[in-house]
């Protein structure tokens, strides 16, 4: 995703490993065994190879310095990926990582830098309106009729949950735009609610 120079190929006998072969402090693993448990047994060997102290001898491995090899290209990766994807963020949209707790806080900041600031017709609501208007959230599913699955040779077919519903409908209605006005009496009825619904200035 990234195309980072990751190194050598992540291969590690999961199923091998277990609290059995574990028990009293045992470090020695059997490599005819373990390759058992890999698709990629080259791989495997390789890596035996090529950490220091690893091959106890011809068929026997460290089992410690192994996993100890293969967690530590976890973390490398891991950070070799953040680092790319806090440089991609601040060069594309001058967004830092560390100012955030989530992937949708950056998603929510890079929407008022882009969408509601520029927009000029846009506020942010607190206190009350913003209690009373967060009652109208509701969480919900989607699925397709019969929840059955639809294929068609004729015609494209445009999935817009598979594409995300809140961008799609964004760019169908845009969304809500000035100040909230205070409902007077006359309004509060379903009638008058109804028959205003879809008034320009709703």
């Given at each position: 995703?990234?195309?980072?120079q990751?190194?050598?190929?992540e291969?590690?006998?999961?199923?091998?490993?277990?609290?059995?072969?574990?028990?009293?402090?045992?470090r020695?693993?059997?490599?005819?065994?373990?390759?058992k448990f890999?698709?990629?047994?080259?791989?495997f060997?390789?890596?035996?190879?090529?950490?220091?102290?690893?091959?106890?001898?011809e068929?026997?491995?460290d089992?410690?310095?192994?996993?100890?090899?293969?967690?530590?290209?976890?973390?490398?990766?891991?950070?070799?990926?953040?680092?790319?994807?806090?440089?991609?963020?601040?060069?594309?949209?001058?967004?830092n990582?560390?100012?955030?707790?989530?992937?949708?806080s950056?998603?929510?900041?890079?929407?008022?830098?882009?969408?509601?600031?520029?927009n000029?017709?846009?506020?942010?609501?607190?206190?009350?309106?913003?209690?009373?208007i967060?009652?109208?959230?509701?969480?919900?599913?989607?699925?397709?009729s019969?929840?059955?699955?639809?294929?068609?040779?004729?015609?494209?077919?445009?999935?817009?949950?598979?594409?995300?519903l809140?961008?799609?409908?964004?760019?169908?209605?845009?969304?809500?735009?000035r100040?909230?006005?205070?409902?007077k009496?006359?309004?509060?009825s379903?009638e008058y609610?109804?028959?205003h619904?879809f008034?320009d200035?709703?």
């Open positions: 995703m990234f195309n980072l990751t190194g050598p190929k291969v590690f006998p999961y199923n091998y490993y277990s609290s059995v072969l574990l028990a009293n402090d045992n020695t693993g059997v490599i005819s065994e373990a390759c890999i698709h990629d047994a080259d791989t060997m390789k890596n035996i190879d090529s950490i220091k102290g690893c091959r106890i001898d068929n026997h491995f089992l410690e310095k192994y996993s100890t090899f293969y967690c530590k290209q976890d973390v490398r990766i891991l950070r070799e990926g953040f680092v790319k994807f806090r440089n991609d963020l601040l060069k594309e949209f001058d967004l990582v560390y100012d955030y707790v989530s992937i949708c950056i998603a929510n900041k890079l929407f008022e830098n882009r969408v509601y600031f520029p000029g017709n846009l506020y942010d609501l607190s206190n009350k309106p913003r209690e009373f967060s009652r109208c959230i509701q969480g919900g599913r989607c699925m397709l019969d929840n059955m699955k639809q294929k068609s040779k004729k015609k494209l077919i445009a999935d817009f949950d598979t594409v995300s809140y961008p799609s409908a964004i760019a169908r209605l845009y969304t809500l735009e100040i909230p006005k205070v409902l009496d006359e309004m509060l379903t609610l109804m028959r619904l008034d200035d709703q």
